[in-house]
């Protein structure tokens, strides 16, 4: 799914090349056009990022998903030092939102998608470029699982 025709046209150029069967869809992650549970697997590349409600986005993902199942991300995080977080926190409530269609340097993806009801199964953190540079690039590669909920307990199965 990608709401912008020019990235859509890109992704549609590429699925056709790509060795699987992909559908490219115009729409937003807020309002899923799926029936509940009915994916096994979710992915999300370098968009939590930007989108406008991260908790209504997340919330439409575990919707979507069965229970137990999983979701892959490639995301910018909130840094891991304060000096970092200070700098991000700064571009992101200035110039970098304008530059970058909406994209957030900053944001605390990792606890919104824990807040969410998935429990982090694997996280890979890098910076990128790999420089004293990369103030706002620092991404993280992670799964999840969406959890079961039950009225007592919160489970996988
Ligand atoms: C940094 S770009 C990443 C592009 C691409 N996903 C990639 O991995 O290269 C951020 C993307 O978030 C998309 N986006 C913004 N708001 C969105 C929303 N509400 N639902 C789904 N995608 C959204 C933008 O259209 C844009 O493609």
């Known amino acids: 799914m990608e709401p912008s025709s020019h990235l859509r046209n890109l992704a549609q150029a590429n699925a056709e090349?790509?060795?699987?069967?992909v559908?490219?869809?115009?729409g937003i992650a807020d309002c899923l056009p799926?029936?509940?549970?009915?994916?096994?697997?979710?992915?999300?590349?370098?968009?939590?990022?930007s989108i406008p409600d991260q908790r209504k986005a997340l919330g439409q993902i575990y919707r979507v998903l069965r229970p137990g199942g999983c979701m892959h991300f490639?995301?910018?995080?909130r840094a891991e030092t304060?000096?970092?977080?200070?700098?991000?926190?700064?571009?992101?409530?200035?110039?970098?939102?304008?530059?970058?269609?909406?994209?957030?340097?900053?944001?605390?993806?990792?606890a919104a998608i824990t807040k969410a009801g998935f429990e982090m199964q694997r996280v890979d953190r890098l910076?990128?470029?790999?420089?004293?540079?990369?103030?706002?690039?620092v991404h993280r590669t992670f799964s999840a699982w969406r959890l079961v909920q039950t009225n007592n307990s919160t489970s996988l199965r």
Do not use: K
């Not at 559908?23 to 115009?26: A, G, K």
């Open 127 to 137: 910076r990128f470029p790999d420089s004293v540079v990369s103030i706002c690039q």
């Open 74 to 77: 490639y995301e910018h995080v």
């Open 82 to 110: 304060p000096a970092l977080r200070r700098v991000q926190r700064l571009v992101d409530a200035t110039v970098w939102p304008l530059l970058a269609g909406g994209c957030h340097a900053g944001r605390d993806t990792l």
């Open 34 to 49: 799926a029936e509940n549970e009915m994916f096994d697997v979710a992915v999300m590349s370098l968009v939590l990022c």
């Open 23 to 26: 559908e490219v869809i115009d």
């Open 17 to 21: 090349r790509a060795p699987v069967a």
